[in-house]
């Protein structure tokens, strides 16, 4: 072996890391092209939009272009090394991420204060808004994924951006299929129960009264939340079949090593920066504009290290089910993320019903709830960056001394 060529990743030589290799680069080059030509249309809709004097639709539309242009790019490091291992250059060698990837980090207070401008002053909101979805989204997951990396083995390039590759492609699009069929059954009880019950009979009856104005109707929908049978299925969803989709969805950033194989540290951190990439795709498009957008981006930072944390814990369990039959580690890591994912959606709904209004004088639904929701949201934040650091100092352990 030619000393001077650098170290290559175990299993160099076989079939399987250039099959990997080629379709990451298919995987990277399509989804960029995609989301260019998705940014394209939303930017003639947003266009066409500004010029009907329709300014909300023209937010809309410029700020899915945003979202769509950050994807893009964010595929741009992966299309690069995987393009690299397809026209055969050496693999680069192992490594952490240096110091200077916390330099552009250091934008995010401007990026922030242009949103701030944007949507609490008015300032611009059509150019700094989706300028400030893009920074605060992009720099809020680099400052995590730049710390699981530090914090985790060293990892080749090629091999950290596939991870992450999975997570801001192939993840949002299996998961947003499923939960799309699960709450196709949810829909049609609902639908049920406003046709054949008189409860519900009385709401659709209020809510084609309240449809020509929308303050009313606003109100009307506040009052509908107060119904246990609404609450209960909501509160279904969010907490059980969202949990348990995307917590098994997550587990595909390590599924492509499955038989070939990964420690215990490189599975958590696969998993860890395919849910950095999950986590990405959902503050691009799941973030709205508006007043609350402030608190809302806040409040997706702890979504990030959430997002990471519970992907790392499922993705390890997997791969010690599946090449040591720890049957029983896999189970315990996936319940322990689905409940924290559960504890979260409940906590982010409770203060989303919480500030829809009923009337002046009528708090809104769970209005009492809210600060204890925030709190818990906190928690939750707190409790996966230290889990995140726990679960690295364990893994740096050696085996004997791990049990």
């Not at 066409?48 to 994807?71: E, H, K, P, Q, Y």
């Not at 730049?146 to 590759?165: E, N």
């Not at 499923?178 to 009856?205: C, H, K, N, T």
């Not at 315990?332 to 982010?348: D, K, P, S, V």
Request: proline fraction near 7%.
């Amino acid at each position: 072996m030619n000393p001077a060529r650098p170290r290559p990743e175990a299993g160099e030589g076989r079939r399987a890391p250039t099959t990997l290799a080629t379709l990451m680069f298919i995987t990277a080059l399509g989804g960029m092209a995609m989301a260019l030509m998705a940014a394209f249309a939303l930017g003639g809709l947003g266009l066409l939009s500004l010029i009907d004097g329709d300014d909300f639709s023209a937010l809309t539309s410029l700020w899915a272009m945003a979202g769509s242009l950050a994807v893009a790019a964010a595929l741009c490091p992966a299309a690069y090394w995987s393009g690299r291992a397809v026209l055969g250059y050496p693999p680069a060698t192992r490594d952490r991420p240096s110091g200077w990837w916390l330099l552009p980090i250091l934008g995010y207070p401007a990026c922030l204060a242009l949103g701030w401008l944007a949507h609490a002053r008015g300032v611009a909101t059509l150019i700094l808004g989706p300028l400030a979805l893009i920074g605060t989204a992009c720099l809020s997951v680099i400052l995590v994924g730049w710390w699981v990396r530090r914090l985790g083995p060293p990892i080749t390039p090629l091999r950290a951006w596939g991870h992450f590759t999975i997570g801001v492609t192939a993840m949002p699009l299996t998961a947003t299929v499923l939960e799309f069929i699960a709450i196709l059954p949810l829909v049609f009880v609902l639908a049920a129960w406003l046709l054949a019950s008189p409860e519900g009979q009385s709401w659709m009856a209020t809510l084609e009264e309240a449809s020509l104005d929308p303050e009313q109707a606003m109100q009307t929908f506040g009052a509908f939340l107060r119904s246990p049978f609404v609450l209960i299925s909501l509160y279904g969803y969010v907490a059980l079949a969202i949990p348990v989709i995307e917590e098994l969805i997550k587990t595909m950033a390590v599924w492509p090593f499955l038989r070939r194989g990964l420690s215990a540290s490189e599975a958590f951190l696969g998993g860890a920066l395919g849910g950095a990439g999950y986590a990405l795709f959902e503050a691009l498009f799941l973030t709205q504009p508006g007043e609350g957008w402030v608190a809302t981006t806040f409040a997706r930072i702890g979504a990030t290290t959430l997002h990471v944390f519970t992907a790392a814990l499922t993705s390890y369990g997997l791969m010690k089910a599946f090449r040591r039959k720890r049957y029983a580690v896999a189970v315990g890591t996936f319940l322990a993320a689905m409940a924290m994912h559960a504890l979260w959606n409940l906590a982010a709904v409770t203060i989303g019903i919480a500030s829809v209004p009923i009337a002046a004088s009528t708090p809104p639904p769970l209005a009492d709830y809210s600060g204890a929701a925030g709190l818990l949201l906190i928690i939750l934040t707190a409790a996966s960056i230290l889990g995140l650091a726990f679960a690295w100092g364990r893994l740096a352990r050696p085996a004997a001394e791990r049990g």
